[in-house]
Nanobody, 127 residues
Protein backbone atom coordinates (compact mmCIF):
# COMPACT_ATOMS: atom_id res chain seq x y z
CA UNK A 1 0.00 0.00 0.00
CA UNK A 2 1.19 3.47 -0.85
CA UNK A 3 2.20 5.61 2.12
CA UNK A 4 2.64 9.36 1.96
CA UNK A 5 4.48 11.43 4.58
CA UNK A 6 4.40 15.22 4.45
CA UNK A 7 7.00 17.45 6.05
CA UNK A 8 8.19 21.04 5.97
CA UNK A 9 5.29 22.83 7.58
CA UNK A 10 5.70 25.47 10.23
CA UNK A 11 5.21 29.10 11.17
CA UNK A 12 6.16 31.76 8.64
CA UNK A 13 5.59 35.50 8.37
CA UNK A 14 3.40 36.95 5.64
CA UNK A 15 5.37 37.29 2.43
CA UNK A 16 7.67 34.43 3.36
CA UNK A 17 8.25 31.06 1.75
CA UNK A 18 8.06 27.40 2.68
CA UNK A 19 8.67 24.17 0.81
CA UNK A 20 6.60 21.13 1.70
CA UNK A 21 7.75 17.63 0.86
CA UNK A 22 5.73 14.47 0.35
CA UNK A 23 7.83 11.32 0.57
CA UNK A 24 6.14 8.30 -1.00
CA UNK A 25 6.80 4.64 -0.22
CA UNK A 26 5.16 1.45 -1.44
CA UNK A 27 4.70 2.85 -4.92
CA UNK A 28 6.42 4.92 -7.59
CA UNK A 29 5.18 8.47 -7.97
CA UNK A 30 5.53 8.33 -11.75
CA UNK A 31 2.63 5.85 -11.67
CA UNK A 32 0.32 8.25 -9.82
CA UNK A 33 -1.37 11.56 -10.26
CA UNK A 34 -0.12 13.57 -7.28
CA UNK A 35 -1.77 16.55 -5.64
CA UNK A 36 -1.78 18.89 -2.69
CA UNK A 37 -4.91 19.92 -0.85
CA UNK A 38 -5.38 22.06 2.23
CA UNK A 39 -7.99 22.45 4.91
CA UNK A 40 -8.45 25.36 7.27
CA UNK A 41 -10.54 25.09 10.46
CA UNK A 42 -14.23 25.15 9.67
CA UNK A 43 -13.65 25.02 5.92
CA UNK A 44 -13.85 22.34 3.26
CA UNK A 45 -10.77 20.70 1.84
CA UNK A 46 -9.43 22.88 -0.98
CA UNK A 47 -7.47 21.94 -4.06
CA UNK A 48 -4.02 23.56 -4.12
CA UNK A 49 -2.10 22.00 -7.00
CA UNK A 50 -1.43 18.78 -8.85
CA UNK A 51 0.90 17.10 -11.31
CA UNK A 52 -0.35 14.57 -13.83
CA UNK A 53 1.14 11.12 -13.95
CA UNK A 54 2.11 10.76 -17.58
CA UNK A 55 2.79 14.17 -19.05
CA UNK A 56 3.89 15.89 -15.85
CA UNK A 57 1.70 18.93 -16.44
CA UNK A 58 0.79 20.95 -13.38
CA UNK A 59 -2.46 22.59 -12.33
CA UNK A 60 -3.28 25.04 -9.55
CA UNK A 61 -6.16 26.41 -7.59
CA UNK A 62 -7.03 30.01 -8.34
CA UNK A 63 -6.06 31.27 -4.89
CA UNK A 64 -2.46 30.04 -5.20
CA UNK A 65 -1.78 30.40 -8.92
CA UNK A 66 1.44 32.32 -9.52
CA UNK A 67 2.64 31.84 -5.93
CA UNK A 68 2.82 28.06 -5.46
CA UNK A 69 4.65 25.47 -7.54
CA UNK A 70 4.21 21.69 -7.53
CA UNK A 71 7.14 19.56 -8.64
CA UNK A 72 8.26 15.98 -8.36
CA UNK A 73 11.61 14.21 -8.12
CA UNK A 74 11.15 10.71 -9.47
CA UNK A 75 14.61 9.67 -8.25
CA UNK A 76 13.70 10.55 -4.67
CA UNK A 77 10.08 9.46 -5.08
CA UNK A 78 9.07 12.78 -3.56
CA UNK A 79 6.64 15.52 -4.50
CA UNK A 80 7.16 19.12 -3.43
CA UNK A 81 5.04 22.19 -2.92
CA UNK A 82 7.01 25.42 -3.08
CA UNK A 83 4.98 28.22 -1.49
CA UNK A 84 6.03 31.82 -2.03
CA UNK A 85 4.51 35.15 -1.01
CA UNK A 86 2.52 33.44 1.69
CA UNK A 87 -0.58 35.12 3.09
CA UNK A 88 -2.43 34.62 6.38
CA UNK A 89 -5.27 33.01 4.43
CA UNK A 90 -2.86 30.24 3.37
CA UNK A 91 -2.91 28.97 6.95
CA UNK A 92 -4.17 25.40 6.91
CA UNK A 93 -3.23 21.76 7.22
CA UNK A 94 -1.70 20.71 3.91
CA UNK A 95 -2.23 17.19 2.62
CA UNK A 96 -0.47 15.23 -0.08
CA UNK A 97 -2.55 12.77 -2.12
CA UNK A 98 -1.93 10.12 -4.75
CA UNK A 99 -4.33 8.73 -7.36
CA UNK A 100 -3.68 5.56 -9.33
CA UNK A 101 -4.44 5.44 -13.02
CA UNK A 102 -4.00 8.61 -15.00
CA UNK A 103 -6.65 11.10 -13.96
CA UNK A 104 -6.96 14.12 -16.19
CA UNK A 105 -6.93 17.73 -15.07
CA UNK A 106 -10.70 17.71 -14.68
CA UNK A 107 -10.48 15.05 -11.99
CA UNK A 108 -7.26 16.08 -10.27
CA UNK A 109 -9.04 18.99 -8.58
CA UNK A 110 -11.38 16.75 -6.63
CA UNK A 111 -10.40 15.08 -3.36
CA UNK A 112 -12.61 12.10 -4.20
CA UNK A 113 -10.24 11.21 -7.07
CA UNK A 114 -7.48 10.31 -4.61
CA UNK A 115 -7.41 7.06 -2.67
CA UNK A 116 -4.12 7.65 -0.85
CA UNK A 117 -3.51 10.47 1.62
CA UNK A 118 -0.81 11.64 3.97
CA UNK A 119 -1.39 12.71 7.56
CA UNK A 120 -0.99 16.41 6.80
CA UNK A 121 1.39 19.13 7.90
CA UNK A 122 0.40 22.43 9.51
CA UNK A 123 1.29 25.70 7.83
CA UNK A 124 0.66 28.89 9.80
CA UNK A 125 1.20 32.30 8.23
CA UNK A 126 1.25 34.99 10.89
CA UNK A 127 3.29 37.94 12.08
Amino acid sequence: QVQLVESGGGLVQPGGSLRLSCAVSGGTISNYGMAWFRQAPGKEREFVGAVRRSVGMTYYGESVKGRFTVSRDNGKNTVYLQMNRLKPEDTAVYYCAAASGSPTSSYLRYASTFENWGQGTQVTVSS
